[in-house]
C-alpha cells in the first residue's frame, strides 16, 4: 500500500512568488490534514479536510494561504505571495478515521528567499 | 494556548538502559496522547497511542498516561542506537466545527550510545 506522498520536497522561491504543495493522501483515507514546522518551533496544525470539505481551517495562519481538495481525494495548498516566514516544513497527514493512526507524508521543505 | 511540552534534550542513554521522555500538556479536556518518532529528515511516525490512566505497553516501548497531573510519558526498554532519534508528544485537541486536531510538542531528541 502507498503511503502519503508529498511533492515537491524542495521548494526555494523569492519572496513575493507563488507556490502550491500538493499532497496525496493514503487511498480510502477521508481525513487529511496540513501540518507546518517552522524551524526551531513544534510542528502546528494548519487545517483539516474530510473528504472534500473543510472540518477546520483555524491553523491556516493568514489569507495567503489557500488550501483545496478536489473531489475528496489530493490536496493542494497555495502560498501566495510567500513570505518569509513562510519558510518551513509542510507535512500532510491523512487516516482513515480522525487521529488514530495518522499517517505523515515525507513533508516539503519550502525555502523563501 | 494550549501547550504541549517536553525537554528539548538531547537525552544520552548507554545501549541496554532504559529511556524515559516526559511531556505535559495545558488543555485538561483532550483525550488522546500520541508518541511520535521522527528521524532526522523523515517523516513523524507513530509508535504508540494511549487514552486512560495508566500504562500501555507494546513490545520495549510503555507509555504512562496521568490525566490528573497532565502528564504522559515514554519509556523505551533495552533502548538501541536504532532508537536515536527525537520523539515527539501530541495531545488531541478540539478545533473548529468540533473537530479534532494534534497539538504537538517540540521533541526530545535521545541519543542511545553503544
Known amino acids: 500500500e502507498a503511503g502519503v506522498t508529498q511533492f515537491p520536497s524542495h521548494s526555494v522561491i523569492e519572496k513575493g512568488q507563488t507556490v502550491t504543495l500538493r499532497c496525496d493522501p493514503i487511498?480510502?483515507?477521508?481525513?487529511l490534514y496540513w501540518y507546518r514546522r517552522v524551524m526551531g518551533k513544534e510542528i502546528k496544525f494548519l487545517l483539516h479536510?474530510?473528504?472534500?470539505?473543510?472540518?477546520?481551517e483555524s491553523g491556516m495562519p493568514n489569507n495567503r494561504f489557500l488550501a483545496e481538495r478536489t473531489g475528496g481525494t489530493y490536496s493542494t495548498l497555495k502560498v501566495q505571495p510567500a513570505e518569509l516566514e513562510d519558510s518551513g516544513v509542510y507535512f500532510c497527514?491523512?487516516?482513515?478515521?480522525?487521529?488514530?493512526?495518522?499517517?505523515f507524508g515525507p513533508g516539503t521543505r519550502l525555502t523563501v528567499l | 494556548q494550549k501547550e504541549v511540552e517536553q525537554n528539548s534534550g538531547p537525552l544520552s542513554v548507554p545501549e541496554g538502559a532504559i529511556a524515559s521522555l516526559n511531556c505535559t500538556y495545558s488543555?485538561?479536556?483532550?483525550?488522546?496522547f500520541f508518541w511520535y518518532r521522527q528521524y532526522s529528515g523523515k517523516s513523524p511516525e507513530l509508535i504508540m497511542s494511549?487514552?486512560?490512566?495508566g500504562d500501555k505497553e507494546d513490545g520495549r516501548f510503555t507509555a504512562q498516561l496521568n490525566k490528573a497531573s497532565q502528564y504522559v510519558s515514554l519509556l523505551i526498554r533495552d533502548s538501541q542506537p536504532s532508537d536515536s532519534a527525537t520523539y515527539l508528544c501530541?495531545?488531541?485537541?478540539?478545533?473548529?466545527?468540533?473537530?479534532?486536531?494534534?497539538?504537538f510538542g517540540k521533541g526530545t531528541s535521545l541519543l542511545v550510545t553503544p
Open positions: 487511498s480510502g483515507h477521508d481525513n
Open positions: 488543555d485538561r479536556v483532550s483525550q488522546s
Open positions: 497527514a491523512s487516516s482513515h478515521v480522525g487521529l488514530d493512526l495518522l499517517y
Open positions: 479536510f474530510v473528504k472534500e470539505s473543510k472540518q477546520d
Open positions: 501530541a495531545v488531541s485537541v478540539i478545533g473548529a466545527n468540533s473537530g479534532y486536531a494534534l497539538n
Open positions: 494511549i487514552y486512560s490512566n
